[in-house]
């Protein structure tokens, strides 16, 4: 009991020595650097997209430092793990404060997206997320999308079919327990009533049974789908592509950005890929200068090829640098300063980046143009 | 007052010790905060740490005081984050006062969650065996899926509901709003909860499982723990008392869930915030903390909550240091080698006495 009691007291201790802690690291910002936060999983599952968002921004920062920086001051940078979920991504928000950010790239997924766009709306800062796209992440003026939003995708999947006349019996396969799945899905659905095409059948899965889909193929094989869309990521969608095989079953097979980063699978044989179409504002083998210079400069800092959400975070600092150099702010200034100067002026500025040509509206939503492609010869073709 | 103190029941000022930890704790953070000392992760952490000391109470209730194991307790917490969180979206304009609304959802969350659970334990909790683990964890993933594929809006006609698509719902697209989004879950949930709030519910929850368990009916509880033949024989009814302490368990989860979700704007239903990963964690600050200990469960929430985020500066690395430090702290807190050690230095201290086991504080 006496150990208990002890325990008590050395807990008070702990809060309080935590908060001193907390303190020191906290007043530290110096005045002659802009300093850019980063939130997004970098472990956990989702683990792959937070560290490709953070890899690109950082090749991104040390570009522009290099370049002589913005409005002649250097950038840090600074990620902080959220492991995809909205309470840690809260926490590693305010220790970014703590640390002295001024403007947030992040989140790089939808739910813990959603709770820090509130946070940033209370203090005025400017946010721009690389990849969460649904539409809730952007109620708030002050926050802005480098990716498609969901809805735009689902409508966009299902246009792309109806009017290039790809299929006539569709069948859906897709993630309930995914906001981004399951956001794609209801809206090509309801796009779909418009378009040339039927849907014979809807399957959905969960994260927890993610390793087995026979059911589901089975059922569109036997509705007769001729084309199955996947509004899901590649994980699953690698494994889809090997099941249907096993079964004799070869339909075409359409995915939207998440499928991007199937083909640098490690142990995925990219010939089942063969023949599948997605919509993809990047792709890495693309021979225009920036891309290939950027690709370059990820595989050899990082060896791998980086993907699309990647891409989004690279344009994602190009977008904050445009936005500050046209409004002249300088490190000194607060974060609601900064965030009153940028917001009204990201409407007005366009950035050519690697993803295409960006420009945004009032809402937060970015415009570019999709690119569907086609997986020919283990390499992304325009279809 | 010497007196006082020293003739006061010994659980009883066990008891005032705990509350008056919190209440001094709680002091400590108010000045650091009012006096802007403390740093922005510091005050974001308050209220997390209220909602999983509120749960591992609860837990430990069941865990520890019945001594069934139970899987499920973030399921609980879901309930009763989900139902509150509803009841805020459905009556936040009509209620005048935040404080009023909060108790309603509080009401209703914890109504609910309570009610899972008595449904639950109906039938588990008959049976002999570790039937209330397995079924409990198969809850809570049954109650995420569901939530993942239900629907609920509004508009003008009043109500609707959809299961598994969104489409079907049959909502004025103008004028509905969401209720429950599927995966998307509830957003924009009023932020009502603060740090007062949540040590207020923490202190009720420690009243309520102290003066359980110190009653008449407490004691049939840990009867049937201790020896459930031996229970039997002298008339105590086990599937009441089991059934009893379960559902304020599940309750007291429930009340967990409320306040977590009026502290973020958006509220969705992840293994990792109310599936099987949440349970465990949930069941490791029990454990840690001590088995019956409700002191305990709260010293060692407040300690493992904190840690992984205090250890940020490590980056990834932080990870490795938290399963560290997990494996020290069992080591330190049930090795027989670790338990002697303790109790010689404690005896060498002035004031140290001999530890003493198997007591509730």
Redesign the interface.
């Known amino acids: 009991?006496?150990?208990?009691?002890l325990?008590?007291m050395a807990?008070?201790g702990?809060?309080?020595l935590?908060?001193?802690?907390?303190?020191t690291?906290?007043q530290s910002s110096n005045k002659d650097t802009f300093k850019i936060g980063g939130i997004g999983p970098?472990?956990?599952p989702a683990a792959i997209y937070g560290t490709n968002v953070m890899n690109a921004a950082q090749i991104a920062v040390d570009e522009i430092n290099a370049a002589g920086g913005i409005n002649g001051y250097q950038i840090e940078f600074k990620a902080?793990?959220d492991?995809?979920?909205?309470?840690k991504a809260?926490?590693?928000?305010?220790?970014l404060?703590?640390w002295g950010m001024q403007v947030l790239l992040g989140t790089v997924t939808?739910?813990p997206c959603?709770?820090v766009a509130?946070k940033t709306a209370e203090d005025g800062m400017f946010q721009i997320t690389p990849s969460a796209s649904?539409t809730?992440v952007i109620?708030n003026d002050n926050t802005f999308q480098v990716c498609f939003t969901d809805p735009n995708q689902g409508t966009a999947s299902a246009q792309y079919i109806g009017m290039n006349e790809i299929a006539t019996k569709v069948a859906i396969i897709y993630n309930?327990?995914?906001?981004y799945?399951?956001?794609i899905e209801?809206t090509f659905?309801?796009e779909a009533a418009n378009q040339g095409f039927e849907i014979v059948s809807?399957e959905?899965f969960?994260?927890?049974t993610a390793t087995d889909f026979s059911t589901q193929l089975q059922k569109a094989q036997s509705a007769g789908a001729d084309l199955v869309f996947l509004p899901i990521y590649y994980t699953p969608a690698s494994i889809i592509l090997k099941q249907a095989n096993d079964i004799g079953y070869a339909p075409v097979f359409f995915g939207v950005d998440g499928m991007d980063g199937i083909l640098t699978m490690d142990n995925f044989d990219t010939s089942l890929a063969e023949g599948v179409i997605l919509l993809t504002p990047f792709a890495a083998d693309a021979d225009d200068e920036k891309t290939q210079k950027f690709v370059a400069e990820y595989q050899k800092r990082y060896g791998e090829i980086p993907n699309q959400f990647a891409a989004d975070a690279y344009d994602g600092i190009y977008a904050i640098k445009e936005a500050m150099e046209k409004t002249g702010c300088t490190p000194d200034m607060s974060v609601k300063e900064i965030g009153e100067k940028i917001i009204p002026i990201m409407t007005q500025i366009k950035v050519d980046g690697i993803t295409g040509e960006m420009t945004w509206n009032a809402n937060g939503e970015v415009s570019k143009t999709p690119k569907a492609v086609i997986i020919k010869n283990g390499a992304y073709v325009a279809y | 007052m010497k007196n006082f103190f020293t003739n006061m029941k010994k659980s009883t000022k066990n008891h005032l010790i705990t509350y008056a930890g919190i209440i001094v704790a709680y002091a400590i953070m108010q000045i650091l905060c009012g006096t802007g000392v403390a740093s922005n992760l510091i005050k974001g952490l308050l209220v997390p740490i209220c909602v999983y000391s509120i749960v591992a109470i609860g837990l430990n209730l069941c865990v520890g005081i019945l001594g069934e194991l139970s899987l499920g307790h973030a399921g609980f917490m879901c309930i009763g984050a989900f139902t509150g969180a509803l009841a805020t979206k459905l009556l936040y304009d009509y209620i005048p006062s935040k404080i009023l609304m909060f108790l309603i959802a509080l009401v209703i969350g914890t109504f609910f969650a309570a009610l899972f659970g008595f449904l639950i334990g109906i039938p588990v909790l008959r049976l002999k065996g570790d039937y209330l683990a397995i079924v409990t964890l198969a809850f809570g993933q049954i109650i995420i899926n569901i939530i993942n594929v239900l629907y609920i809006g509004k508009d003008e006609a009043g109500l609707h509901f959809a299961f598994s698509n969104p489409n079907a719902i049959n909502m004025n697209e103008e004028t509905g709003v969401w209720l429950i989004n599927g995966a998307k879950g509830i957003t924009k949930i009023p932020s009502i909860s603060n740090f007062t709030i949540g040590v207020i519910l923490l202190i009720v929850s420690l009243f309520i499982v102290y003066h359980l368990v110190d009653s008449r009916t407490g004691r049939a509880i840990m009867a049937i723990r201790d020896n459930r033949i031996a229970a039997e024989s002298v008339g105590i009814n086990i599937t009441k008392y089991k059934m009893l302490a379960f559902t304020i368990s599940a309750a007291i989860a429930g009340a967990g869930g409320v306040l977590y979700s009026h502290n973020l704007s958006t509220l969705t239903a992840t293994t990792n915030n109310f599936g099987y990963n949440m349970s465990i964690m949930i069941l490791v600050y029990v454990v840690l903390g001590g088995m019956g200990s409700f002191r305990g469960s709260i010293i060692a929430t407040v300690i493992l909550y904190m840690l992984p985020e205090l250890l940020r500066g490590l980056s990834d690395y932080r990870m490795l240091f938290y399963a560290i430090i997990l494996i020290g702290l069992m080591l330190f807190n049930w090795s027989p080698k670790a338990i002697v050690w303790r109790q010689k230095v404690l005896s060498l201290l002035p004031f140290g006495k001999k530890g003493e086991k198997g007591k509730v504080e």
Do not use: P
Not at chain 1, 90 to 95: E, L, M, V
């Open positions: 009991m006496k150990f208990k009691k325990m008590s807990l008070v702990v809060m309080t935590a908060t001193v802690a907390g303190c690291s906290g970098l472990t956990g902080q793990d492991t995809h979920d909205a309470e809260i926490n590693a928000y305010n220790s404060k703590d939808t739910t959603v709770a509130e649904s809730d109620v309930s327990s995914d906001v799945s399951s956001g209801a659905e309801k809807i959905a969960t994260d927890d």
